[in-house]
């Protein structure tokens, strides 16, 4: 079969001929149609990934839509390596595959499914979202920053705040409120009144700098605030870095949780279950998640393309 293949650490993988998988016990082949290009499967790819592998010479991609052998529409997600999902065959755990609804075209439910499942996961496992909590989310320009929006309103979320740097994104989002985080320290006087007015959630999918100043502003003053929420700071990408500095008074005078949310810290099982949900709610939400799509075979030009929206690559 034709397949993506690694064959060295940091460079783009190459489209070439590779064995096709065969199902054992409790496994199944999937007939891939979409697999969503995401930061996780290039992290994985380039071996800088908490969860990547030690050797090269597997196919990438740890999600995808396809059909199984009955002929059924899934999404399936951490196929079985090196059978990675970038290829017209992947092979999954028999336990790792949810229907996709019938109104979702492939492509829309793998990227659905790709952008959506990590602010789904955080909003109803790691900080479980109350009706009427007030969210931001840092690093909303993105496209799982932009789910993360959807999702907040549809689990109940009364007001969403959009930090990003580039405004002509941030104002084209379904915010109640945007800041723009450049270089201006006004901004961060923006950030510290939006607190001030009471902050459930943070969803944070950049750290690094961006992460601290949101940090800062919501810890300045808060141990003298008297009767404000519990802030809970939901920390789910790294792309500006991977390390920030963090005094222990800024942990001791509030009330402030740090937690993370990915691969770890939710069993295999909550993730599977979690994509059947947001998946299932898709139609009705009407959730949004604009993509391009490319054939398999270019997947050595797309590894590098920057794009506003999610890459999406059909096998066939």
């Known amino acids: 079969m034709k397949a993506a293949i690694v064959e060295t650490f940091g460079l783009p993988p190459t489209y070439a001929d590779f064995p096709e998988p065969r199902a054992g016990a409790g496994e199944t082949v999937i007939g891939v149609h979409a697999v969503p290009l995401s930061p996780i499967v290039r992290a994985l790819a380039a071996g800088l990934h908490y969860a990547s592998g030690k050797s090269a010479g597997f196919v990438p991609g740890v999600d995808g839509v396809g059909?199984?052998?009955?002929?059924?529409r899934v999404?399936?997600?951490?196929?079985k390596a090196p059978f990675g999902s970038m290829a017209e065959k992947s092979l999954a755990l028999a336990g790792m595959v949810v229907p996709v609804p019938d109104a979702l075209s492939d492509e829309h439910a793998a990227a659905i499914a790709t952008g959506g499942l990590?602010?789904?996961?955080?909003?109803?496992r790691r900080a479980p979202l109350q009706r009427g909590d007030t969210v931001l989310v840092n690093g909303a320009t993105g496209a799982a920053g932009g789910m993360a929006i959807q999702t907040a309103r549809f689990l109940g979320a009364t007001k969403v705040i959009a930090v990003g740097r580039n405004r002509?994104?941030?104002?084209?989002?379904?915010?109640?409120?945007t800041i723009v985080l450049d270089g201006d320290n006004d901004d961060d006087d923006l950030l510290r009144v939006q607190f001030d007015q009471g902050v459930n959630v943070v969803l944070d999918f950049l750290w690094g700098k961006p992460?601290?100043?949101v940090l800062r502003a919501a810890t300045k003053n808060r141990g003298s605030r008297l009767g404000e929420p519990l802030l809970r700071f939901v920390q789910i990408g790294t792309a500006p870095g991977d390390e920030i500095p963090i005094r222990g008074d800024?942990?001791?005078s509030t009330g402030i949780e740090l937690i993370g949310s990915g691969i770890g810290s939710v069993s295999v099982k909550e993730l599977v279950t979690a994509a059947g949900e947001l998946l299932a709610a898709a139609p009705a939400a009407g959730f949004q998640a604009p993509f391009k799509?490319?054939?398999?075979s270019a997947v050595t030009e797309a590894w590098s393309e920057v794009s506003e929206t999610r890459v999406l690559l059909r096998p066939s």
Do not use: C, I, N, Q
């Open 67 to 72: 059909t199984d052998p009955s002929g059924r």
């Open 293 to 296: 799509t490319l054939p398999l």
């Open 118 to 124: 990590a602010s789904w996961v955080a909003l109803s």
């Open 250 to 252: 800024m942990l001791r």
């Open 211 to 213: 992460a601290v100043r």
């Open 75 to 79: 999404y399936f997600l951490l196929p």
């Open 168 to 177: 002509a994104k941030l104002e084209r989002l379904d915010a109640d409120v």
